[in-house]
């Protein structure tokens, strides 16, 4: 799955004070299954490198901002 989205670099905390920087989210390089009610999983690598997505959240990896737009 490809979602695009706008990332913010630079965040403090979970309030995204940041410099802006654009970038193309490519959320198919993680794995996804859909379980038999519908519901989404993937299970993201422990690496934190925290980013801000549009909504002001900072997420703790590029994974964790895709498994929340899903």
Same mark, same amino acid.
């Given at each position: 799955?490809?979602?695009?989205?706008?990332?913010?670099?630079?965040?403090?905390?979970?309030?995204?004070? *940041?410099?802006?920087? +654009?970038?193309? &989210?490519?959320?198919?390089?993680?794995?996804?299954?859909?379980? #038999?009610? $519908?519901?989404?999983?993937?299970? *993201?690598?422990?690496? +934190?490198?925290? &980013?801000?997505?549009?909504?002001?959240?900072?997420?703790?990896? #590029?994974? $964790?901002?895709?498994?929340?737009?899903?």
């Amino acid at each position: 799955r490809k979602i695009t989205s706008y990332l913010h670099l630079l965040c403090v905390g979970h309030h995204c004070d *940041c410099l802006t920087l +654009l970038f193309q &989210v490519d959320c198919s390089k993680y794995r996804w299954i859909t379980t #038999e009610d $519908g519901k989404v999983l993937t299970a *993201c690598p422990l690496i +934190l490198e925290e &980013v801000c997505g549009t909504d002001g959240i900072t997420y703790p990896s #590029e994974c $964790g901002l895709c498994a929340h737009n899903l």
